[in-house]
């Protein structure tokens, strides 16, 4: 798995410093795990670049979870559009799976196959 962004704009992303599971090790050789509280829920990537592997583990302030495991990631890059960042996933199946991650101002998450993508969930903290 390819790492398409600099770790600062992961960081950005994430508003957060990552665990490393061997903080000598680079990133690429590495398990990369982002934790982080927001007002609309609990939010938690893992990326393994040597495994080809992403976890995405959100939840919301009622205790309601998604947990998206991708297993033959291409690469992972951090989009910016509007103001807004995106955490963008591909995988190398064919027919590639894209899945799209935003954090501001809600946890937003979409995905789809590389012709056509779908709002699966958006988590927000109800007033």
């Given at each position: 798995?390819?790492?398409?962004?600099?770790?600062?704009?992961?960081?950005?992303?994430?508003?957060?410093?990552?665990?490393?599971?061997?903080?000598?090790?680079?990133w690429c050789y590495n398990r990369v795990l982002f934790q982080t509280e927001m007002p609309s829920?609990?939010?938690?990537?893992?990326?393994?670049?040597?495994?080809?592997?992403?976890?995405?583990?959100?939840e919301d302030p009622t205790g309601s979870a998604v947990n998206l495991e991708l297993t033959t990631?291409?690469?992972?890059?951090?989009?910016?559009?509007?103001?807004?960042?995106?955490?963008?996933?591909?995988?190398?199946?064919?027919?590639?799976?894209?899945?799209?991650?935003?954090?501001?101002?809600?946890?937003?998450?979409?995905?789809?196959?590389?012709?056509?993508?779908?709002?699966?969930?958006?988590?927000?903290?109800?007033?």
């Open positions: 798995m390819e790492i398409r962004s600099e770790n600062w704009e992961l960081i950005s992303l994430f508003c957060v410093e990552p665990i490393l599971t061997d903080p000598e090790a680079p829920g609990r939010v938690s990537l893992t990326l393994e670049p040597g495994d080809d592997y992403v976890q995405f583990v959100s990631v291409e690469y992972v890059q951090v989009r910016r559009c509007d103001e807004e960042e995106w955490l963008v996933v591909v995988t190398k199946d064919a027919p590639q799976v894209v899945l799209v991650i935003g954090l501001s101002p809600r946890i937003a998450i979409r995905i789809g196959m590389a012709s056509g993508m779908r709002t699966v969930a958006s988590l927000s903290r109800q007033p």
